[in-house]
């Protein structure tokens, strides 16, 4: 089955550069989004498009591409970011929705 | 500003047919959108439930086709969900969100925990 592969968790201290991975085979032919999650809160769309950032999501978020994977990227992470954050995309038709499992994000 | 609201039963019993409504506020329904429901056990991950595009064209998660029906009530500008057959493990929060193949699932609506036990 189609999978989106995450690291369980990362961990970094505050202004640090937090980077989190999501590969799958089907990848370079999807896009990818990310999604961040707090305790208790719904999901927040913080990259689409593999890296386009909407304009209410801070400056410090960016993604990136290569190859079969996407990276997250939060640049001068401060104590708000910590958070679950999860990739997105689709298989190879582009049909079907896939979650990765979700990375959880600790500011040391 | 486009804003949802989930709605149903947070109890339902093993067996029976879990429903839940999506109230969209701020856009219309019968516009260019896929509208999604994802949901979330208690201390995992999200899965993708399916989606509705126009009211008619539906794709389902392979792993629940067999149990879930998605439809649009554009009369009422929402759109709902059934899941039949339900177990412990269909015990999550559920989300509901307009997907864009560009944008993503943007906004959520807040979730709605749907607990299923006797």
């Known amino acids: 089955s189609y999978e989106l592969t995450q690291p369980p968790s990362v961990s970094v201290s505050p202004g640090q550069t937090a980077r989190i991975t999501c590969s799958a085979d089907a990848l370079p032919k999807q896009y990818a989004y990310w999604y961040q999650q707090k305790p208790g809160q719904a999901p927040v769309l913080v990259i689409y498009k593999d890296s386009e950032r909407p304009s209410r999501i801070p400056e410090r978020f960016s993604g990136s591409s290569s190859g079969t994977t996407v990276t997250l990227t939060i640049s001068g992470v401060q104590a708000e970011d910590e958070a679950d954050y999860y990739c997105?995309?689709?298989?190879?038709?582009?049909?079907?929705?896939?979650f990765g499992g979700g990375t959880k994000l600790t500011v040391l | 500003q486009v804003q949802l609201q989930e709605s149903g039963p947070g109890l339902v019993k093993p067996s029976d047919t879990l429903s839940l409504t999506c109230a969209v506020s701020g856009y219309s329904i019968s516009s260019n959108h896929w509208w999604g429901w994802i949901r979330q056990p208690p201390g995992k991950g999200l899965e993708w439930i399916g989606y509705i595009y126009y009211s008619v064209t539906t794709y389902y998660n392979p792993s629940l086709k067999s149990r879930v029906t998605m439809s649009v009530d554009t009369s009422k500008n929402q759109f709902s969900l059934k899941l039949s057959s339900v177990t412990a493990v269909d015990t999550a929060v559920y989300y509901c969100a307009p997907f864009d193949p560009v944008e993503g699932f943007d906004p959520w609506g807040q979730g709605t925990l749907v607990t299923v036990s006797s």
């Open positions: 997105q995309s689709a298989d190879s038709s582009g049909t079907y929705v896939i």
